[in-house]
């Protein structure tokens, strides 16, 4: 979208009424495009979420209507309720949210990267050694995240 409004703003004829209708043109399909990929992105994530849920629903139905009958005897109907009302929730509530973020923070952090190389294309040389470097960081944090976690 900048580059649509430095080329109409250096444009000699940006005050007549068709290079406006022009430019106005361009503006105006760059932010339906927008609008269409935003929300097809939405109706995909709701619609794989939707699917994801229905299926570990299945698998664990299936698990407990084959489970011995001891199962039954050891576990309370309410446990077992819990665990399916809990398990289904976190697919329909947390998890679309989180892969939402997830999908937003990588666009985000793949348009800054390419910025960032168009204009600095020495940057690319700088990194893959931070590439390199970041990998054995990332498995240390992990590591250290899930014991932390599990303190909790």
């Given at each position: 979208?900048?580059?649509?409004?430095?080329?109409?703003?250096?444009?000699?004829?940006?005050?007549d009424a068709s290079a406006r209708d022009f430019y106005m043109t361009i503006y105006g399909c760059m932010g339906v495009t927008q609008t269409v990929i935003f929300l097809s992105k939405e109706i995909i994530l709701y619609l794989a979420c939707a699917k994801a849920s229905r299926l570990i629903h299945e698998q664990l139905?299936?698990?407990?209507?084959?489970?011995?009958?001891?199962?039954?005897?050891?576990?309370?109907?309410?446990?077992?309720?819990?665990?399916?009302?809990?398990?289904?929730?976190?697919?329909?509530?947390?998890?679309?949210?989180k892969v939402d973020d997830f999908l937003n923070s990588l666009t985000?952090?793949?348009g800054i990267v390419a910025v960032i190389i168009y204009s600095t294309?020495?940057?690319?040389?700088?990194?893959i050694p931070i590439s390199i470097l970041y990998y054995p960081l990332q498995k240390l944090y992990l590591s250290s995240s899930r014991q932390i976690r599990r303190l909790e």
């Open positions: 979208t900048n580059g649509v409004l430095t080329t109409w703003s250096d444009d000699q004829n940006r005050d139905l299936n698990k407990v209507m084959h489970s011995p009958m001891s199962f039954f005897d050891t576990n309370p109907m309410g446990r077992i309720l819990n665990r399916f009302s809990s398990d289904v929730d976190s697919m329909d509530q947390t998890f679309p949210a985000e952090v793949i294309p020495s940057f690319l040389a700088l990194m």
